[in-house]
């Protein structure tokens, strides 16, 4: 179960970086290739580490639940 926190820190990654860079598209579409273009450019413009570790297991956890609910293979 995930703290309150938490929740709050993967939604404030969700919708700052990753819902900006990727939200538009369909499941389908995020593949390995967009996901590792989107994770460079986010570390090209980023003086933060751990923002850059914070926005990326947020979309871990994201496409694990797509995974888990059977919205992509």
């Known amino acids: ?5 938490a929740i709050y820190s993967t939604e ?3 919708r700052l970086r990753v819902s ?8 389908g579409e995020i593949t390995r290739e ?7 450019e986010l ?3 980023s003086s933060s580490r751990r923002m850059v ?3 990326v297991e947020a979309l871990r956890v994201i496409l694990a639940m ?5 919205r992509i293979p």
Request: no cysteine; hydrophobic share 45%; net charge negative.
């Open 66 to 70: 797509a995974v888990e609910w059977n």
């Open 34 to 40: 967009r996901v590792e273009l989107f994770v460079g």
């Open 12 to 14: 404030e990654s969700y």
């Open 53 to 55: 570790t914070k926005t």
């Open 43 to 45: 570390i090209a413009s």
């Open 20 to 27: 900006p860079a990727l939200g538009s598209l369909p499941l």
């Open 1 to 5: 179960m995930l703290t309150p926190a």
